[in-house]
């Protein structure tokens, strides 16, 4: 069997998105102005994200199981290490219940409804098409993903309230990103599949005019902000300039590559945010 390459192992191990949430989390917290919450709040972040996502790999290595010409090294690795993957998933969620009971219990009620969108993300796992693009299942991660990373370091602000959480802007906006970033995932995989240059072709352009749209919308937002927001909205500006990118040059990149850059373009505009907010 070929030798994997360094930069693929976080991507097989799920590392890669615990670490673009405690990224944005700590990102959000200086946007808003959160000066004290408990560190162990990054822990529960990272490992809730990673069972979410390693039992979404584990599930969709089954479905491309039987499909030798979807399956990818992220679908090879998880059928693999099925058995070692559960157990992890295991002590990962009871980690969470210890963490969770050394937080206040309002938290528990403040991000409740997130819930609800990985509910529902899951039921259509088990209804999607493997072929096709679930735009609505990608919505739906995206929202997930957004809220299920702001909400803790939300209910730490001040003047937090639910109402102000679910239209928050900062939310709002980084789930455009989320939503763009795991459709963009799907759509050059769909273009790979499809033996039509034309359809390909058509995916490219679509993913493009959306994350244009999303840099002109953050562009927007960064002029109308205050100076603490201000480097947020420039943040997602930078990831969808580099997913736009990647979107671009897509042919030349293999899938695995392409997928990597994906996340890496989520955590790119971390220096220059740092320095914004120094």
Same mark, same amino acid.
């Given at each position: 069997?070929?030798?994997?390459?360094?930069?693929?192992?976080?991507?097989?191990?799920?590392?890669?998105?615990?670490?673009?949430?405690?990224?944005?989390?700590?990102?959000?917290?200086?946007?808003?102005?959160?000066?004290?919450?408990?560190?162990?709040?990054?822990?529960?972040?990272?490992?809730?994200?990673?069972?979410?996502?390693?039992?979404?790999? &584990?599930?969709?290595?089954?479905?491309?199981?039987?499909?030798?010409?979807?399956?990818?090294?992220?679908?090879?690795?998880?059928?693999?290490?099925?058995?070692?993957?559960?157990?992890?998933?295991?002590?990962?969620?009871?980690?969470?219940?210890? &963490?969770?009971?050394?937080?206040?219990? *309002?938290?528990? /009620?403040?991000?409740?409804?997130?819930?609800?969108?990985?509910? !529902? @993300?899951?039921?259509?796992?088990?209804?999607?098409?493997?072929?096709?693009? $679930? @735009? =609505?299942?990608?919505?739906?991660? *995206?929202?997930? !993903?957004?809220?299920? /990373?702001?909400?803790?370091?939300?209910? @730490?602000?001040?003047?937090?309230? =639910?109402?102000?959480?679910?239209?928050?802007?900062?939310?709002?906006?980084?789930?455009?990103?989320?939503?763009?970033?795991? /459709?963009?995932?799907? %759509?050059?995989?769909?273009?790979?599949?499809?033996?039509?240059?034309?359809?390909?072709?058509?995916?490219?352009? &679509?993913? $493009?005019?959306? &994350?244009? %749209?999303?840099?002109?919308?953050?562009?927007?937002?960064? *002029?109308?902000?205050?100076?603490?927001?201000?480097?947020?909205?420039?943040?997602?500006?930078?990831?969808?300039?580099?997913?736009?990118?990647?979107?671009?040059?897509?042919?030349?990149?293999?899938?695995?590559?392409?997928?990597?850059?994906?996340?890496?373009?989520?955590? =790119?505009?971390?220096?220059?945010?740092?320095?914004? /907010?120094?």
């Amino acid at each position: 069997m070929e030798r994997r390459p360094l930069w693929l192992w976080p991507n097989l191990l799920s590392l890669d998105a615990p670490l673009v949430a405690v990224v944005w989390l700590w990102m959000l917290a200086k946007s808003w102005r959160v000066v004290s919450f408990p560190s162990s709040l990054y822990w529960l972040v990272a490992a809730m994200v990673w069972i979410i996502y390693v039992v979404d790999r &584990l599930l969709d290595s089954q479905v491309a199981g039987g499909s030798p010409e979807n399956q990818s090294e992220r679908h090879f690795f998880h059928a693999r290490f099925r058995v070692g993957l559960w157990i992890g998933v295991i002590l990962a969620a009871i980690s969470c219940l210890v &963490l969770l009971a050394s937080l206040p219990t *309002g938290l528990w /009620t403040h991000g409740a409804f997130v819930l609800v969108f990985v509910v !529902f @993300y899951f039921l259509l796992v088990f209804l999607q098409d493997e072929q096709g693009v $679930s @735009y =609505l299942k990608n919505v739906l991660a *995206g929202l997930a !993903f957004a809220y299920g /990373t702001a909400v803790g370091v939300h209910f @730490y602000r001040p003047d937090s309230n =639910l109402l102000l959480f679910l239209f928050s802007r900062e939310v709002l906006v980084f789930g455009v990103l989320c939503i763009l970033n795991i /459709t963009a995932i799907d %759509l050059w995989a769909a273009g790979r599949r499809s033996k039509d240059a034309e359809v390909a072709r058509s995916f490219e352009l &679509l993913l $493009s005019l959306l &994350l244009l %749209l999303l840099f002109l919308g953050a562009f927007f937002m960064a *002029g109308k902000s205050d100076e603490f927001a201000k480097p947020f909205f420039i943040s997602v500006m930078i990831a969808a300039g580099s997913l736009y990118a990647i979107n671009k040059i897509g042919s030349r990149l293999s899938a695995e590559a392409q997928r990597v850059l994906a996340d890496v373009a989520m955590v =790119l505009p971390l220096p220059v945010f740092y320095v914004s /907010t120094m």
